[in-house]
């Protein structure tokens, strides 16, 4: 039996709180250089760029020396710092609620994406809380979508995150959320939803469609108000990309403020930040897998649609 090979640490600091881009050389190709393969590989940076980089030295090896030169090996481990895009700074803090030896939980705005991806790479919740908190190792137990605001779980020490990982994986963890959407005088709720959702890679909105059930989620009013606005209680057992969004669009009752669901909108421009996903995640409770402590955590966020009262019709 082949044993897996161990990843060695980064000889590469972060920038900004973002890790270095890893790159493992495959088992088999016809490379004959490690410049050959690189590339090959990053072929979508630009003509030239590559080689302009690995003559800068900017491509190194597990000792932190330059790869320029090498001949191809299979499993070389490589590291470079990519070129960050630029990014509009999303003005509104991230509150940390709880830290301590093994866990920040911190309550992340709208318009806010929780980890490094695409074109949000420094402007996340994950780089901000290692460059503010000074923890570079931090890293994130779940996600939340970038429009969504509220709790979100980080670990301190890599070697313990698998554990508060599988909490979500295994649903041990109880999460609310709170929405601000139309209100239905004809909705009957409590009401639990279950459907299969699908989200094709490249498609922005998710699908419900044919099959066995694996999105779960209970609806339950919380509060209505006389301009045709209610605050919902949603309880989602199970963890489908946009779920909760989905189920309120398919219950008729869309989240004020979501440009994909029950259609897809025009992309808002950077920069604006005027109409957030009325979605926040309000509470999470797990039992520390390391600790053995009970932890029940609540944002101290107030949605805007029904702080402004008048401010904000039903869509």
């Excluded at 020490?157 to 994986?169: M, W």
């Excluded at 919902?232 to 189920?247: C, D, E, K, W």
């Amino acid at each position: 039996m082949t044993r897996k090979r161990r990843i060695p640490p980064s000889p590469l600091p972060q920038r900004d709180g973002v890790d270095p881009v890893r790159v493992r050389l495959p088992p088999e190709g016809s490379w004959t250089t490690v410049r050959e393969y690189l590339v090959d590989r990053l072929s979508g940076a630009g003509e030239g760029v590559v080689d302009e980089m690995m003559d800068d030295g900017l491509f190194v090896g597990v000792d932190g020396k330059s790869v320029a030169g090498l001949p191809y090996e299979a499993g070389l481990f490589v590291w470079f710092h990519r070129d960050l895009p630029s990014e509009v700074p999303v003005p509104f803090p991230v509150e940390v609620v709880y830290r301590d030896e093994h866990i920040v939980v911190a309550d992340k705005p709208h318009f806010l994406a929780t980890t490094p991806r695409g074109s949000h790479v420094v402007e996340t919740a994950l780089a901000r809380l290692r460059r503010e908190l000074g923890i570079p190792a931090l890293g994130a137990a779940h996600r939340l979508d970038r429009l969504t605001a509220g709790l979100v779980l980080f670990t301190v020490r890599p070697e313990e995150r698998g554990a508060y990982q599988a909490l979500f994986r295994e649903k041990r963890v109880r999460k609310e959320y709170e929405a601000i959407a139309p209100y239905d005088s004809g909705l009957v709720l409590p009401t639990t939803v279950r459907s299969r959702i699908l989200k094709e890679r490249g498609v922005m909105a998710a699908q419900q469609v044919e099959g066995e059930v694996n999105a779960v989620s209970r609806v339950e009013s919380a509060e209505q108000r006389g301009d045709g606005i209610a605050r919902y209680r949603l309880v989602p057992s199970t963890g489908q990309t946009h779920q909760l969004r989905v189920h309120m669009s398919a219950l008729g009752v869309p989240i004020l403020g979501d440009p994909l669901y029950p259609v897809v909108t025009d992309p808002v421009p950077d920069g604006d930040f005027r109409r957030p996903l009325q979605l926040l995640a309000r509470a999470l409770e797990f039992t520390d897998p390391v600790t053995g402590a009970e932890h029940r955590f609540r944002s101290g966020r107030v949605l805007e649609a029904w702080s402004s009262y008048g401010g904000r019709s039903a869509q």
